[in-house]
C-alpha cells in the first residue's frame, strides 16, 4: 500500500487496530459462550479428574436423603432446583473474558470446604476448552490483523471451531 501522507498512513493504522480489538472482543465473546455451556453440562453429573483438578466424589448419603426429601433429583452432583446451573455467565470487557458463576455458593462447590470435598466445574470447563480458546483466539487475532470478516470467510471460519 502507498499513503500520500503520514496522516493517511494513521488514518490506515487507526482502523487496523480498531478492526483488531473488535475481532479479539468477537473471538472473546465466543470463548466465553463456549466456557458457560461447558460448566452448565457439569452440573449434574459425576465429573472426571482434569489436569489438577480432582474427580468429583459421590455425594454423601446425607446429602441424597435431603434432596429426596426436598424433591430434588437423586445422584445429581450440585443440581437441586436448576438456580446454580443458570447461575453461569460469562462478561467481556476490553480484552478480558470473565466466566463464571454469579451463585456465591460456587465457590464452596469450586476449592471444597473442610466438610466437603472440592466439586469443580470453572478450572475443568477452561481446561478443557483451552484447544478451543487457542483455536478461536488465533483466528480472531489473524482475522482483525488482516481484514476482519473477509479472512473468516477465506479461511472458511463460519464463528464454529
Not at 498512513?9 to 487496523?16: K, S
Not at 452440573?43 to 472426571?48: C, K, L, M, S
Not at 450440585?78 to 453461569?88: P, V
Amino acid at each position: 500500500m502507498e499513503y500520500k501522507s503520514l496522516g493517511a498512513l494513521a488514518l490506515h493504522l487507526a482502523g487496523q487496530e480498531a478492526a483488531l480489538l473488535a475481532s479479539l472482543h468477537d473471538g472473546l465473546d465466543r470463548c466465553g459462550k463456549q466456557l458457560v455451556s461447558t460448566m452448565k453440562a457439569e452440573i449434574g453429573h459425576y465429573q472426571p479428574g482434569v489436569g489438577q483438578f480432582a474427580a468429583w466424589a459421590d455425594l454423601a448419603d446425607s446429602t441424597e436423603a435431603h434432596k429426596a426429601r426436598m424433591g430434588y433429583p437423586s445422584d445429581a452432583p450440585l443440581e437441586a432446583t436448576g438456580e446454580m446451573r443458570d447461575s453461569f455467565t460469562h462478561e467481556v470487557h476490553g480484552l478480558e473474558c470473565i466466566a463464571g458463576s454469579k451463585d456465591p455458593k460456587m465457590v464452596w462447590h469450586e476449592f471444597g470446604t473442610p466438610k466437603m470435598p472440592s466439586r469443580s466445574v470453572v478450572g475443568p470447563a477452561a481446561l478443557t476448552q483451552k484447544e478451543f480458546i487457542r483455536r478461536t483466539l488465533g483466528h480472531a487475532t489473524v482475522a482483525g490483523l488482516i481484514g476482519g470478516s473477509a479472512i473468516h470467510a477465506s479461511l472458511g471460519y463460519d464463528g464454529e471451531i
